[in-house]
C-alpha cells in the first residue's frame, strides 16, 4: 500500500536543515510545474498531477513569504488569482520572473511595481535588460533592508502603514526598505530568524501570544526560546519583553518601541534593548529617520572611510615608503605589472603617516578609535584592540599584559604553540592540562571541567591557590570541540573569583553572531555572568547554596567538590576575561588581520598599563593600514549581515555532512564524525550524539538542546571526514589527492581523518565540487577493488586495519624534569619552562638522540629520565608534544614513531631530538642559586666543560 501524499511531502521536509533552502527549492519546483501546466500538449490527467502537486508548492510558499517583503502579501494573492484562472503562461512568466528577482537579488535594486503589469501582458524587465530603468540610479545603489513591524493589522491599514514610510524617502537617503507587518509575538521571533533581510523592528502594543503558522520547519526556529513569561502576559504588555528576546538572540537589530503608556514611566528600565521609544503613533517622518540613523550607526566604518579620503588627497611624501602613492611603481620600467596586478588604490591607500585624517595604532585617538569602539559593541566587548600580526602576537600581547614571572598558568597542553611562547616569554610556571583523548581518530577533545577543578583545588589544598593566575583554553579547538564556556567560568571563579580567563578563540570569530553560537562564546558569557552575579535573584540563590558549601568545606573532599555545581560569592566574583580572534580565518579580513576583546571588571586599575606596555612590545611601529582597513569593513559586515552569513555557511556544512551521509558510495568508504563520535557520552547531558538521522532527518534532533546542555558539541561547520576505510593516511590523502588532483585546499588532518572547514564565503557550487570530488575517489578505489588480485585486497586491508583498529594511543603530558620543577611542592604539576627554555641555548648542555635507534629504548629502560630542550610541534595538529624541561615518556616516544607528517617543528630527523644531557641536570640540580639562568649555567660550565673533556679523551 502506497503512502499518503501528505506524510510523503512531511517526510520530504523532514530532510530540510534550512528553510531558507526550502523556500528555493519549492520556487523552483513550482517553476517545473507552472512549465508543465503551459505545455498546451500536455494531458488532462498530468494537467491535474501538477495542479495539485503546484497547489502544495504555493501553500508552502504563501507561509514562508508571510515573513518576508520580496514578493508581497499582495504579489502572492495576485499570483494565486491568476492560477486560479488557469492562466498558465502569465503564470509561468510570474513565477521565473519572481525567481530570478531572488537568486540574483535584484528586487534590492527595485520595487518591482511592474509585477502586475506582467500579467497585462507588459514586457518582462528583467527579460528585456530594462530592469535598471525601473528606478533612477542612485536608488538602486542604496543598500537595501526590510523593516519588521509586530502588531495586528488589517490590510488596508497595511497598506496605509507601507505607503506612509514610502512617502517618507528622500534622494539623500543612504538606504532604503520595505516593510513587513506581523501579528504576534511568535511570528516576530520566526520573521527576525527566518528573514536575514530585516535590520530593524518596530514593537507596536497590543499583539496575541501565539501564530497561527504550523509549518514544522519554521516552527524550529521557536526551539530553545523560553517564552512561558511571554504567553502569561497580556497582549498589551508583550513589547518590553519580546524586544528583550530578540536583542538576545540578534543584538545587532535596531529596536523600536511604540507604546500608549507615558514613556517617561517604563523608559528607564527598557532604554536598554531600545534604540527609541515612541509614544502612540508619531509622524512617519520621525520613524523614518530614526530607522535610516540606526542602520548608518552600524555601517559607518571610520578608518576605512579616513583612508580613501586620503587616498584621494594630493600629498607630497618626503618620509619612508617609496611604494606609497605607487611612485616607485609607476616610474619603474621593469615592476610596472605589480601595479597592473594590485590595482592602482592599494598604493594610494599605502602610507606611513598618522596624521591627516589617519591615526596610530599604538595609541589611537582618531577614526582607528572608534572603529575599535564599534568592534567592541558588535563582539559584545568592553574593550577592543585590533592587531596586524594574527593571533600569535595576540596571545603573547594578552598573556605578557597579565602574567608576571613565577605566576602559575592553567593551560590546555594542545593549544597553539604561540601560548607556550608566549608562557616563555612572561615566565609563567606553566600547569598543562590534558584533554581527552579520541585515539580511534589520532586527535583530542577538550579539558573536562573536572579536570580543571581537581587542579584548581590541588593548589589549594597546598595553599598555592594565590598564585594561580590564569586559566587559558582554545574555544573551540582546531576539530571543532566546543565548550560550556558559562558553565566553565562559573565553577572555576567558585574555587578562586579574580581567576583570569583567556580564550583562545581564532577559529569562532564568526560564532558572535548566531544565536545558538553566541551562548559559548567569552564575551557573551561574560557579560551574562557579570549581569547574574548582580542580580538579587542569585543572591539568593547563593544564599541557600551556602549550606551545600557548609558541607563540602566539612567534609574536606576534592571528589565531592568536583562532582558538585559550584556557584561563587557574588561580593568576592570578578569578571575578567579576554579572548583572541584571528577575524582573517572566519570572517572577512585581510590575512594577519585579529582582534583582542576584553571583558575585564578590573581593566583600569590592575591591567590598563601593562596591556599598553605588551601591546607596544609585540605591535609593530608600521602596521599594515589595509589590514586595519579590512577589520574595520569586516565589522560592519558582520553587524548587517552576519548573521545570515554565519547561518548560510551553517546550512551548506550540514547539507555536506546530510550527503556524505546519505550516500550509499560515499558511506561505504567515507563518514562525517559526529558529536557521538568526538564528545564521549558522559559529557552529553542532552543525549544527543548526532544532529542528522539518515532515516530520519533533522526532525527530531536538536542541535540547540545540546547546546544548551553538554558539557562539549561538535561546531557542525567543521567537518571531519574519517578516510581510513579508503587505506589512505590524512597526510597522502590532503596533497596527493585532494591538492595535486583536484585543487581542493584544506589544512588539518590526522592519521585517518581530513577536516574541511566550510566558513561565511563557502557557496553551494563548491559543497558539490568537494562532493563531486569524493565521488571521483571513492569510485577510483572502488575500481582498483574491483580489479585487485587477492595479494593486492590483502595489503589493502592491512592498509585499513592501521589506520582503523591499529593506532597507538595518545600520550597524556608526562610531567617536568624535577629541575624544572619549581613552585614548592612535589605534588603540584606546574613547571619553569622558561629556564629550561633558555638553558638550551647553550649547545653544551644538550645532546640529540635518533627516535629510531633502540638506543633511546635502552636508557628508557635503565631509568633515565630523557628530557626535552625544545618544543616538538607536529604539523598537524600543530600544538607540542613535548616542552622544554619535560620528560620523555615511553608513550610519547611510541607516538612520535608513528606520526606520518612531514613537518615536525623542533625535531630533526638528521641528527634526533633535542634533550639535555644527563650529567647537565645533575649539575643543575647540584647549583645552590637558582636566580638566573646566567647563574645557573656559570655554575655549570666547569662540569659540563669536563664532561666534554672526558667525551674527547674516549
Not at 525601473?134 to 545603489?141: K, L
Not at 549550606?547 to 568536583?562: C, I, M, N, Q, R
Not at 575585564?600 to 599594515?624: C, G, I, L, V
Request: include cysteine; hydrophobic fraction near 40%.
Amino acid at each position: 500500500m502506497s503512502e499518503n501524499p501528505k506524510e510523503l511531502l512531511r517526510k520530504s521536509l523532514d530532510f530540510y536543515h534550512s528553510a531558507t533552502q526550502l523556500r528555493f527549492d519549492t520556487w523552483h519546483r513550482l517553476e517545473h510545474y507552472a512549465s508543465q501546466l503551459s505545455d498546451r500538449s500536455a494531458r488532462k490527467a498530468d494537467i491535474a498531477r501538477f495542479r495539485k502537486a503546484a497547489q502544495e508548492a504555493m501553500a508552502i510558499l504563501e507561509t514562508i513569504e508571510y515573513y518576508t517583503a520580496f514578493p508581497s502579501r499582495e504579489d502572492f494573492r495576485f499570483l494565486r488569482k491568476v492560477f486560479e484562472r488557469e492562466d498558465y503562461a502569465t503564470f509561468t512568466r510570474m513565477v521565473e520572473r519572481l525567481i530570478r528577482a531572488l537568486t540574483s537579488h535584484s528586487y534590492r535594486r527595485s520595487t518591482f511595481s511592474s509585477i502586475q503589469r506582467l500579467a497585462q501582458g507588459d514586457e518582462d524587465p528583467i527579460a528585456t535588460g530594462e530592469e535598471e530603468s525601473i528606478e533612477d540610479d542612485a536608488t538602486q545603489a542604496k543598500p537595501y533592508f526590510e523593516v519588521l513591524f509586530v502588531e495586528e493589522m488589517t490590510v488596508a491599514e497595511e497598506r496605509k502603514l507601507r505607503a506612509g514610510l514610502r512617502s517618507m524617502r528622500r534622494a539623500e537617503d543612504r538606504f532604503i526598505y520595505e516593510v513587513i507587518s506581523v501579528p504576534s509575538f511568535e511570528d516576530a521571533l520566526i520573521a527576525i530568524l527566518f528573514n536575514y533581510n530585516i535590520q530593524a523592528c518596530v514593537i507596536r502594543y497590543g499583539f496575541p501570544f501565539k501564530s497561527s503558522n504550523h509549518l514544522e520547519i519554521l516552527q524550529r526556529y521557536l526551539a530553545g526560546i523560553n517564552e512561558s513569561d511571554a504567553e502569561e502576559h497580556p497582549d498589551t504588555d508583550r513589547g518590553p519583553l519580546l524586544g528583550a528576546i530578540m536583542a538576545d538572540l540578534r543584538p545587532e537589530l535596531d529596536l523600536y518601541l511604540v507604546t500608549d503608556v507615558a514613556v517617561e514611566e517604563i523608559a528607564a528600565t527598557i532604554t536598554e534593548k531600545f534604540r527609541r521609544i515612541f509614544y502612540r503613533q508619531e509622524d512617519y517622518l520621525e520613524l523614518h529617520l530614526a530607522i535610516l540613523r540606526g542602520i548608518h550607526s552600524r555601517y559607518q566604518t571610520p578608518f576605512f572611510t579616513a583612508l580613501k579620503d586620503y587616498s584621494r588627497k594630493p600629498t607630497g611624501v618626503f618620509h619612508a615608503m617609496p611604494i606609497s602613492r605607487g611612485k616607485s611603481l609607476t616610474k619603474s620600467k621593469w615592476i610596472r605589472d605589480m601595479m597592473q596586478f594590485y590595482g592602482m588604490n592599494v598604493f594610494l591607500a599605502e602610507t606611513s603617516a598618522t596624521s591627516g585624517g589617519l591615526d596610530s595604532l599604538l595609541q589611537p585617538h582618531g577614526p582607528l578609535k572608534k572603529a575599535q569602539e564599534l568592534a567592541a559593541r558588535a563582539f559584545g566587548a568592553r574593550r577592543t584592540f585590533f592587531a596586524t600580526n594574527g593571533t600569535s602576537t595576540s596571545n603573547k600581547i594578552v598573556v605578557q599584559a597579565l602574567i608576571k614571572p613565577g605566576d602559575i598558568v592553567l593551560i590546555d597542553r594542545d593549544c597553539h604553540k604561540s601560548h607556550h611562547y608566549g608562557l616563555v616569554l612572561a615566565g609563567a610556571l606553566v600547569s598543562y592540562l590534558d584533554s581527552y583523548p579520541l585515539d580511534d581518530y589520532s586527535m583530542y577533545g577538550a579539558v573536562p571541567l573536572s579536570e580543571i577543578k581537581h587542579r584548581l583545588l590541588q593548589y589549594r589544598r597546598e595553599g598555592l591557590l594565590d598564585r594561580v593566575r590564569m586559566l587559558l583554553l582554545t574555544n573551540c579547538t582546531f576539530d571543532g570541540v566546543v565548550y560550556n564556556v558559562e558553565q566553565v567560568m562559573q565553577e572555576c571563579l567558585a574555587i578562586k573569583p579574580d581567576l583570569i580567563f583567556l580564550w583562545d578563540e581564532a577559529w569562532f570569530a564568526f560564532a558572535g553572531f548566531h544565536p545558538t553560537y553566541r551562548k559559548r562564546t567569552s564575551m557573551h558569557c561574560a557579560r551574562v555572568l557579570e549581569t547574574r552575579y548582580r542580580s538579587e535573584e542569585y543572591r539568593s540563590a547563593y544564599k541557600e547554596f551556602k549550606k551545600t558549601l557548609k558541607k563540602l568545606e566539612s567534609k574536606d573532599d576534592d571528589e565531592a567538590w568536583v562532582n558538585t555545581p559550584l556557584m561563587p560569592d557574588p561580593d568576592r566574583v570578578r569578571i575578567r576575561v579576554y579572548a583572541t580572534q584571528s577575524t582573517h580565518k572566519t570572517l572577512t579580513s585581510l590575512r594577519q588581520g585579529s582582534m583582542i576583546h576584553v571583558y575585564d571588571q578590573d581593566f583600569r586599575h590592575k591591567a590598563d598599563e601593562s596591556f599598553s606596555e605588551a601591546f607596544m612590545t609585540h605591535t609593530s611601529t608600521s602596521p599594515n593600514y589595509q589590514i586595519l582597513a579590512s577589520l574595520d569593513v569586516g565589522r560592519r559586515q558582520v553587524e548587517l549581515e552576519g548573521y545570515e552569513l554565519v547561518q548560510k555557511q551553517l546550512d551548506l556544512a550540514m547539507a555536506l555532512r546530510e550527503r556524505i551521509s546519505s550516500h550509499e558510495l560515499l558511506s561505504r568508504y567515507f563518514s562525517v564524525l559526529v558529536a557521538g563520535d568526538m564528545v564521549p557520552e558522559k559529557y552529553r547531558d542532552s543525549g544527543i550524539d548526532s544532529y542528522f538521522d539518515p532515516k530520519t532527518g533533522w526532525r527530531n534532533l536538536n542541535m540547540e538542546e545540546a547546546w544548551a546542555k553538554d558539557d562539549f558539541v561538535v561546531d557542525p561547520t567543521r567537518i571531519t571526514l574519517h578516510i581510513g576505510r579508503t587505506g589512505i593516511d590524512g597526510d597522502t590523502f590532503k596533497n596527493r589527492y585532494l591538492m595535486e588532483r583536484y585543487g581542493i585546499q584544506i589544512n588539518k588532518t590526522s592519521r585517518n581523518t581530513v577536516l574541511f572547514m566550510t566558513n561565511i564565503g563557502t557557496t553551494r557550487s563548491s559543497v558539490a565540487y568537494l562532493i563531486g570530488v569524493l565521488v571521483k575517489i571513492a569510485n577510483d578505489i572502488q575500481r582498483e577493488w574491483n580489479d585487485s588480485s587477492p595479494r593486492e585486497r590483502r595489503a589493502f586491508e592491512a592498509r585499513v586495519r592501521s589506520l582503523t583498529t591499529d593506532l597507538p594511543p595518545l600520550p597524556d603530558f608526562s610531567r617536568f624534569h624535577p629541575v624544572f620543577s619549581t613552585a614548592g611542592s612535589a605534588t603540584t604539576p606546574e613547571g619553569d619552562v622558561r629556564m629550561a627554555y633558555f638553558l638550551s641555548y647553550d649547545e653544551r648542555f644538550c645532546d640529540y638522540l635518533r627516535i629510531d635507534d633502540r638506543f633511546i629504548d635502552d636508557e628508557l629502560a635503565e631509568g633515565r629520565e630523557i628530557v626535552s630542550a625544545g618544543f616538538v610541534i607536529p604539523y598537524p595538529p600543530g600544538f607540542p608534544i613535548l616542552v622544554p624541561g619535560q620528560v620523555l615518556s615511553k608513550e610519547i616516544l611510541e607516538f612520535m614513531r608513528a606520526l606520518d607528517v612531514k613537518e615536525i617543528h623542533g625535531y630533526r630527523a638528521d641528527v634526533g631530538l633535542r634533550v639535555f644531557r644527563e650529567e647537565a641536570l645533575v649539575s643543575v640540580r647540584q647549583a645552590p642559586s637558582r636566580v638566573t639562568v646566567a647563574d645557573i649555567a656559570a655554575e655549570m660550565v666547569p662540569a659540563v666543560e669536563e664532561m666534554q673533556d672526558d667525551s674527547d679523551v674516549a
